[in-house]
C-alpha cells in the first residue's frame, strides 16, 4: 500500500524559514518523480514544485520560484520542501504528491497524496 | 500560462441522477487533462487521467471525455458519496507546468 507522510509544517512568522518533509512506502521511490501540491484554506489547489526521479529536472511554480527548493532522498525514500523567506500568502495545507508515471519523469498527474502538512505564516 | 474554467461553480442534484461537470482550458491542452475528486477534510483523489482514462480503483460511473480546450467528467448515476468538489487538471511537460481549475462542488439538492 502506497503511504506518504508528510510533517514539518507549524506557524512560523513572515520572513522565517520551514522544512517540510515527506517518507514514501510501498513503492519503489526512485522509480516516480513526486511533486509538493498545497490548498489554501478553503481555496483551491495550487501545484508548487516537482522533481523528477534522479533529481536532474527541477520545476516550480512562479509563486515560489527563487524562495522555496524541492530536493529528494532515494536512499531514505523521503521527499523535501525547503520553504524560505515565507509570506502569508504561502498559508496552507501542503501535499506530498507521487506522480503516476513509473518512468521516473513527469507524467504530469498526481496519483497518490499524503494528509498534508499545515503550514501557518502568521506574526 | 494556460487557465481552466470550471463550470458550474455548484451543481445541485440528488442520487441517481446523472452529473455534467465541464473544464475548458484557455488554450489547447491536446488531452492532457485529468479529474480529481475531494471529499471535505480529505486529500484529493486522481479519478481520470489523459482526458478519459480511469484511474485504478475508479468505479465506471465516472467518465471523461473531450480534448483540445473543452473536457467533460460525467458521473452516471450519483451515489451518496460521490458529493464532493470536484477539480480538474492540466499537464505541461515542457517546461514542467501544472495548473487546476477552480473548482466544482457538487452538492445533494
Known amino acids: 500500500e502506497v503511504q506518504l507522510v508528510d510533517s514539518g509544517g507549524g506557524l512560523v512568522q513572515p520572513g522565517r524559514s520551514l522544512r517540510l518533509s515527506c517518507a514514501a512506502s510501498?513503492?519503489?521511490?526512485?522509480?516516480?518523480?513526486m511533486h509538493w501540491v498545497r490548498q489554501a484554506p478553503g481555496k483551491g489547489l495550487e501545484w508548487v514544485s516537482g522533481i523528477n526521479w534522479n533529481s536532474g529536472s527541477i520545476s516550480y511554480a512562479d509563486s515560489v520560484k527563487g524562495r522555496f527548493t524541492i530536493s529528494r532522498d532515494n536512499a531514505k525514500n523521503s521527499l523535501y520542501l525547503q520553504m524560505n523567506s515565507l509570506r502569508a500568502e504561502d498559508t496552507a495545507l501542503y501535499y506530498c504528491v507521487k506522480d503516476r508515471g513509473s518512468s521516473g519523469w513527469f507524467s504530469g498527474y498526481f496519483e497518490y497524496w499524503g494528509q498534508g502538512t499545515l503550514v501557518t505564516v502568521s506574526s | 500560462e494556460i487557465v481552466l474554467t470550471q463550470s458550474p461553480a455548484t451543481l445541485s442534484l440528488s442520487p441517481g441522477e446523472r452529473a455534467t461537470l465541464s473544464c475548458r482550458a484557455s488554450?489547447?491542452?491536446?488531452?492532457?487533462l485529468a479529474w480529481y475528486q475531494q471529499i471535505p477534510g480529505q486529500a484529493p483523489r486522481l479519478l481520470i487521467y489523459d482526458a478519459s482514462n480511469r484511474a485504478t480503483g475508479i468505479p465506471a460511473r465516472f467518465s471523461g471525455s473531450g480534448s483540445g480546450t473543452d473536457f467533460t467528467l460525467t458521473i452516471s448515476s450519483l451515489e451518496p458519496e460521490d458529493f464532493a468538489i470536484y477539480y480538474c487538471q492540466q499537464r505541461t511537460n515542457w517546461p514542467p507546468s501544472f495548473t487546476f481549475g477552480r473548482g466544482t462542488k457538487l452538492e445533494i439538492k
Open positions: 488554450q489547447s491542452v491536446s488531452r492532457s
Open positions: 510501498g513503492f519503489t521511490f526512485d522509480d516516480y518523480a
